[in-house]
């Protein structure tokens, strides 16, 4: 078990506390010359940092230096559930009012205003779809209300009980409860086991609104605030200007200091504990070293120490990732890491997952590996790949700089003031890197490595589907120190030789060669019959997806083949080439950027990959070579074996593992391709057949390519012409399948699907059937009828009842089987809830379908997918996805991509009424709920 390493909160940040300089001031790194920092009179800092990317919005964060770590006893889950407050009515936004003001605006509830809480701290954050002053001063407005101005109503909060224990509800799981057991045993003396910020059932009902008042005097103060602005702003001193107008006047309250966190308990030596969930898929392993964290500032020096230890990491973890694949492996999977958080405690640990009857020698790999490489360190070739494989990632940060999403780089900027980091640029980072590289040796990471492994105490986790008579503690000691007695031999120098698939023939001539010129996609065919589909963008600079659509995926699926799809998808790439395992080419390729993923569509197998302009032909070369000699590796089905039972104890015992086995069969008619079979018959399962099944697709069938990204079209097709261009001739055109793309929806009715845990957590589903995409009007009218019933859903089930945290409503279309399609509305709940819940859903349907749509609803629901359609545009995976992806067998894409943003302009309220009325009736409805049942 890792138990700090996943957040056991809300989110996981690393966090500091608040702090009045910025961090660059003490140090000899550069900040990032774009951004500007500021601090008002009373405390509050900012950071404005220009963004062009998407141009004409802005993403603006509040970052309050406060979580569940400030609560006290009587208080557990207040900060997440002050959170929560500052949605329900404030200075200037009464209660019931503000997510439909922003609704307006066009921000989606969730999508553009949101929220988190974690140990400590809470963000409150804004997605703006212009960066207009008005609409700026709105957001900051709304978060100067968040500070000093939450109403915190005796009634709003009553309401809001149900959903933050709904809340509480979704998180719990197996995982979840493993985790809390690994926090109780690594820290005992600290406060973060009684302080996870999602709080206790007793407080959260209890709480009274004096001890919310008490709490948001106390800590939510303008010297914890930051508020972060990224964005195409072309006046920085304007935004600032805002900033000051509506928070000079913030005043301090409180000068309250953090709590002491606890201690980090040394002096335990050696120590074992067993954490027991029969429920779990396997059993989770772990041994770790905490100490109290060091919390260096943050200088070049320092940063170089810690990628010195991270490399060290890495070089394990190659090691592990071979491991896994062996015959006769006790491991499911390992890692190895290092790292501090909260400034509170440093953690050394490795972990591990396993089949629980291979828990000792889980146990017993991980100590032996830890010790051989404290005792005999790295090789030059895992050496040469941990900084290869490094340096690839940071070169393609400093490439993609330009081109960076404010969304992601204002949180981003969110997590750095958190820990108290210097904001630097990609382009400085990477020419640090550079300079650090040049001049580290191995051996520095090896003593590094041993350095964080000397200590006496040692915590060995183990939790999960395990139970042990007597002693278990002793026995998981035993264990250890039996490996410990054990010597271990220095690890193997292994030799790769040079990649075998590089010439495939001579390349055919392009035979065809158009541009749809208001699109800018260029399209070509090969004499081969390999057709190309290119489009390039700015949107990722440095960056090329490559898609590659062969055969007829689902389509083809042999009948009495059951669970070959989750099987062929699972060890494909695993099985690696004929000529190279999945690791030699991890090695093979450790100094160029290229991915590999394969998968099985609907109506064709994918293989993909992203890349940069200079690294396209190399990973071109890869994914043809995949195509014309894949491994089928015997070492890919024995980590599959390994998997199916954790896999079918996940599908059977968890509300999650349901939905995705029986109720997405269920809402398919028991269609063989969806769902899993009985475990029996996924035991039978094997390569040779994948191989069969794969053959024509891979050797005869339809193919196409499409490109997007940082791209020259000619560059691409000269690339391609090396590689699938040379290939032996392909099908002009595909199958009809016509039989084959006929999936009936169920009859309306209600169905049960009833499952044994100790989570008791159920879902209540609707599925109303409509009809495929191919009627793309349709569609995205459905898809507006969606927003329009998700947000009455939020009303209702949400806000005047305060049932449940997440009610989701959404429309599925399909574009390959023929006629099928869904609304669908989806309620987690406690179980006693599901059936009230479900007519609830059911009658508010009923409603929609039968009565009027207000002119207010229309336009909160249009707004905000005008701005995710606009943003949708600017993100190449729309255009991989969506648009570029098989356009030649499907011109309509192309099409639909010219009328995207004017037919959704121009959809009018009376065509989703008129759908509503068709599709949403009581009697259409498909009922599904998703009932635990304890053992």
Not at 514 to 532: G, H, K, P, W, Y
Not at 758 to 776: H, Q, R, S
Request: with cysteine; charged share 30%; net charge negative.
């Amino acid at each position: 078990m890792k138990p700090l390493f996943r957040a056991a909160s809300l989110c996981l940040v690393f966090l500091s506390s608040a702090r009045a300089d910025w961090p660059q001031a003490t140090s000899d790194l550069k900040a990032d010359p774009k951004a500007t920092f500021g601090q008002l009179e009373n405390g509050l800092r900012y950071i404005i940092l220009p963004n062009e990317e998407p141009p004409g919005r802005a993403s603006i964060r509040f970052y309050m230096d406060v979580g569940s770590l400030m609560e006290e006893d009587d208080q557990q889950g207040m900060a997440h559930y002050l959170e929560h407050m500052a949605f329900n009515g404030s200075r200037h936004f009464p209660g019931g009012e503000m997510v439909e003001y922003f609704q307006r605006l066009g921000m989606g509830f969730g999508a553009d205003t949101n929220a988190h809480t974690s140990f400590k701290e809470t963000v409150y954050m804004l997605e703006l779809p212009k960066i207009e002053i008005d609409m700026l001063n709105e957001g900051l407005k709304l978060f100067r209300d968040d500070l000093d101005g939450m109403a915190l109503g005796e009634k709003e909060i009553d309401k809001e009980r149900g959903i933050i224990l709904s809340e509480k509800l979704s998180r719990d799981s197996i995982e979840y409860r493993t985790q809390i057991a690994g926090y109780e045993f690594a820290l005992p003396d600290s406060l973060l086991p009684k302080r996870l910020p999602i709080g206790i059932e007793k407080t959260i009902k209890t709480m009274q609104r004096q001890r919310f008042v008490d709490f948001y005097s106390k800590w939510y103060t303008p010297k914890r605030a930051t508020v972060v602005a990224v964005g195409d702003f072309k006046d920085v001193p304007a935004v600032k200007a805002a900033i000051e107008k509506n928070f000079a006047d913030a005043k301090s309250s409180s000068t309250a200091e953090d709590p002491t966190f606890g201690k980090i308990t040394a002096g335990r030596g050696l120590m074992g504990k067993l954490h027991t969930e029969m429920e779990a898929k396997a059993v989770d392993l772990s041994i770790e070293i905490p100490r109290p964290a060091k919390n260096k500032p943050d200088t070049s020096a320092n940063r170089r120490e810690k990628m010195v230890r991270d490399l060290a990491d890495a070089m394990l973890n190659q090691r592990f990732s071979t491991l896994a694949k062996e015959e006769n492996t006790p491991i499911l999977g390992a890692e190895s890491y290092c790292y501090e958080y909260l400034e509170f405690v440093e953690i050394t640990g490795a972990m591990a997952q396993c089949p629980p009857d291979q828990w000792k020698r889980g146990v017993t790999l991980l100590e032996t590996e830890i010790r051989r490489a404290v005792e005999h360190g790295f090789t030059d070739a895992e050496f040469e790949e941990a900084k290869s494989s490094l340096l690839k990632a940071i070169e393609l940060r400093a490439a993609q700089a330009d081109s960076r999403k404010s969304r992601d780089l204002a949180s981003a900027l969110v997590t750095l003031v958190a820990s108290n980091k210097v904001i630097t640029h990609p382009t400085d980072d990477l020419e640090r890197v550079k300079a650090a590289l040049a001049n580290l040796t191995k051996e520095e990471c090896h003593k590094a490595f041993v350095e964080t492994w000397k200590s006496e105490d040692i915590q060995v986790f183990v939790g999960g589907k395990l139970k042990l008579e007597g002693d278990s503690s002793q026995q998981i000691v035993d264990v250890y120190k039996e490996s410990a007695k054990k010597p271990v031999e220095a690890p193997k120098k292994e030799e790769t030789a040079a990649f075998a698939y590089t010439n495939f023939g001579e390349a055919s001539k392009i035979t065809n060669q158009s541009v749809v010129s208001d699109l800018e996609i260029t399209q070509a065919t090969f004499a081969n019959n390999v057709r190309v589909n290119i489009k390039p963008t700015p949107f990722e600079k440095g960056t090329v997806r490559v898609t590659i659509g062969f055969g007829g995926g689902k389509l083809t699926t042999p009948k009495d083949k059951a669970g070959i799809i989750p099987f062929a998808q699972s060890t494909f790439i695993l099985g690696g080439l004929k000529d190279h395992s999945a690791d030699d080419l991890r090695r093979l390729f450790a100094s160029k950027t290229v991915a590999m993923d394969f998968n099985v569509g609907d109506e064709s197998f994918t293989l993909s990959g992203r890349t940069t302009p200079a690294d396209l032909e190399a990973q071109l070369q890869l994914l043809t070579a995949f195509l014309t000699a894949p491994g089928y590796r015997e070492e890919a089905e024995r980590q599959f074996r390994q998997n199916i039972e954790p896999m079918y104890i996940q599908l059977a015992h968890t509300a999650e593992g349901i939905m995705g086995d029986k109720v997405v069969s269920h809402i398919h008619s028991g269609d063989y391709r969806f769902g899993f079979p009985a475990q029996a018959e996924m035991e039978k399962r094997n390569l040779k057949e994948v191989a069969e099944w794969l053959k024509p697709a891979l050797t005869e069938d339809y193919i196409e390519v499409s490109i997007v990204g940082d791209v020259e079209p000619k560059a691409a097709l000269d690339a391609i012409g090396k590689t699938l261009g040379a290939l032996p001739k392909r099908a002009a055109e595909k199958p009809k399948y016509t039989a084959e793309r006929n999936v009936p929806f169920p009859s309306p009715g209600s169905t049960d699907f009833k499952f044994e845990t100790e989570i008791p957590k159920a879902i209540a589903c609707l599925y109303w059937p409509t009809g495929d995409m191919l009627d793309i009007k349709r569609t995205r009218r459905l898809n507006l009828l969606s927003a329009v019933l998700d947000d009455r859903l939020r009303i209702k089930v949400r806000e005047e009842l305060g049932e449940t945290y997440s009610p989701a409503c959404y429309h599925v279309a399909s574009d390959t089987f023929t006629g099928y399609g869904y609304v669908t509305a989806m309620i987690e709940c406690k179980p006693e809830q599901a059936a009230s819940l479900s007519e609830l859903v059911t009658k508010i349907a009923n409603d929609l379908s039968t009565g009027e749509i207000t002119d207010d609803e229309f336009e909160r629901a249009q707004k905000p997918i005008m701005t995710q359609v606009e943003q949708m545009r600017r993100d190449n995976r729309y255009w991989a996805q969506n648009v570029v992806r098989n356009a030649q067998e499907h011109p309509e894409r192309i099409e639909w991509s010219k009328n995207l943003l004017t037919d959704f302009s121009g959809i009018k309220k009376e065509d989703i009424s008129k759908l509503a009325q068709q599709f949403l009736g009581k009697g259409r409805a498909v009922n599904v709920v998703v009932m635990p049942e304890k053992k």
